[in-house]
Nanobody, 123 residues
């Protein structure tokens, strides 16, 4: 089993930045593809960004492309999401996820999930 813990959420104003972190524990002998998803109030959980096990491939949801940057700490299963120019529509609970496989935007592909961290952007 792998446990994921997100941190770095908070309340900010539109245009501000936040950096989310995701740390792992448990079975970390495998390097996982790491993903970020979010769920806004009354909406389905949606894909935000993902990075492959070696950092060689990344993928972004269209609305965050150019504003958000996903990264990881080498081959450690630690991931970050730098969020710039935040907008009220970015308000959501952000979840970190891990999968032993290629980069994917499909939440059903991910095996492990964190509990989420709240990001609130005021206008």
């Amino acid at each position: 089993q792998v446990q994921l813990v997100e941190s770095g959420g908070g309340l900010v104003q539109a245009g501000d930045s936040l950096r989310l972190s995701c740390t792992t524990s448990g079975r970390t002998d495998t390097t996982y593809t790491m993903g970020w998803f979010r769920r806004a109030p009354a909406k389905e959980r949606e894909f935000v960004a993902a990075i492959s096990w070696n950092g060689g491939a990344v993928r972004y949801e269209d609305s965050v492309q150019g504003r958000f940057t996903i990264s990881r700490n080498g081959y450690e299963n630690t991931a970050f999401l730098q969020m710039n120019d935040l907008k009220p529509d970015d308000t959501a609970v952000y979840y970190c996820a891990a999968v032993r496989g290629p980069v994917s935007s499909e939440k059903s592909q991910y095996d492990y999930w964190g509990q989420g961290t709240q990001v609130t952007v005021s206008s």
